[in-house]
């Protein structure tokens, strides 16, 4: 079967740029979460490949074929909307099979794969049910199902689980992706969760202000960023300021070495970024003397910096401290069951940013901020 394929993609709306110069694959029997913040242009590049707008430039390619203008109904995507937008005065079944009785399609046949794919979500039984009858998980199902009614070679989800409550949407988001696997559909959801995508996706496009910065496995795209505001949309990331200074980077007064940055030269501004699990606090204080505070910055010890506790959160599954440093608030994380000495408001410590687990990314002004 074909990939999915956008060339040059762009849209306008007036003087307005939604969507600039996306080219993107989507693998055939995978799926692609959109992510992004509100209004960075994953809906409206949803909305393209779905044929519910055109492209003010470019080409959309299913496998060989261009669809670029193909209207919607041509497409036979399936898609569910953000509403599930069900019609309450029919039965579920009826919902489910109501682009098949447009096409003519037998009652007999109808019904019969109405109840297959309810089977498939998991609502046997069913069928003969009111909309009203029904829970939020069970309309989304429901609307699921109605999607793929017509089998379709591409599935289209635009925040499919907003409406739901953060449990019932956590539960959703594994039956969605299970049913995705065993059905193989190419599938594309729009989603602003970052955890729902990494819950759901075999790759994430993370968009901003309509461009795409950057592609990848869930994997690459939380250990890997590609740029700063990837590193800080997905996860939790500590940043720092500073600048390139012979193949170390300063901030302040203290010097950090970052083996995974090439390419800066002497004096170019940088922003470093850590993971808060990838911080370690020091059982000793070693490095809060006075002694260590006259050495040089250059012999020192390595990403090593004096931390002040001003608060611990608890929430069972990790343990927050949050440190005051002479670089800045940064936070560090502690799993259940990790070695972690007892720590009070106003203890001092030292703090450590393992070179290995430090990214180093060009600092515009934005990032500044």
């Known amino acids: 079967m074909a990939d999915l394929v956008l060339k040059s993609i762009r849209k306008d709306f007036g003087s307005f740029r939604a969507v600039d110069k996306v080219d993107l694959t989507f693998p055939h029997g995978k799926l692609t979460a959109l992510l992004g913040p509100s209004g ?9 490949i779905a044929g519910l707008e055109a492209p003010s430039w470019g080409q959309i390619l299913l496998g060989d074929e261009d669809i670029t203008d193909r209207p919607a ?3 036979k995507f399936g898609m569910v909307f953000q509403s599930f937008a069900l ?12 682009s098949l009785a447009i096409e003519g399609v037998d009652k007999r046949k109808r019904r019969a794969r109405a109840d297959e794919l309810l089977d498939l979500v998991q609502m046997g039984g069913y069928g003969d049910r009111r909309i009203g009858e029904l829970s939020g998980g069970q309309r989304q199902r429901v609307a699921i199902a109605r999607a793929l009614a017509q089998e379709p070679s591409v599935f289209l989800l635009d925040e499919p689980m907003s409406a739901l409550d953060a449990k019932l949407r956590e539960d959703m988001q ?5 049913l995705q696997q ?7 959801v729009v989603t602003h969760d970052q955890r729902e995508a990494m819950t759901m996706a075999d790759q994430i496009v993370v968009m901003s202000k309509g461009y795409t910065e950057q592609v990848g496995t869930p994997k690459e795209i939380y250990s890997k960023p590609g740029n700063s505001f990837v590193a800080s949309f997905i996860g939790k990331a500590n940043f720092l300021s500073g600048e390139a200074t012979d193949g170390k980077y300063r901030v302040g007064e203290y010097l950090f070495e970052a083996p995974k940055a090439r ?4 004096g170019s ?6 993971r808060p699990e990838n911080a370690v606090i020091n059982d000793t204080c070693a490095c809060l003397g006075e002694e260590w505070a006259k050495t040089p910055p250059e012999e020192r010890a390595k990403n090593v910096l004096p931390a002040e506790v001003t608060f611990v959160r608890d929430v069972g599954s990790t343990r927050d401290i949050y440190v005051k440093t002479p670089v800045g608030d940064l936070i560090v994380e502690y799993g259940a069951g990790e070695s972690l000495p007892t720590l009070t408001i106003g203890e001092k410590v030292s703090l450590r940013l393992p070179p290995d687990e430090l990214h180093v990314f060009p600092r515009d002004a934005e990032a500044a901020e």
Not at 92 to 97: H, K, L, M, S, T
């Open 40 to 48: 960075c242009g994953k809906t409206t590049l949803l909305r393209m």
């Open 182 to 188: 065993r059905v193989g559909i190419t599938t594309i």
């Open 263 to 266: 390419g800066f030269t002497a």
């Open 269 to 274: 501004p940088v922003t470093l970024a850590v």
């Open 87 to 98: 019609f309450p005065h029919l039965t579920v079944a009826e919902n489910i099979a109501y």
């Open 174 to 178: 594994v039956e969605l992706r299970l």
């Open 73 to 75: 109904y041509e497409r």
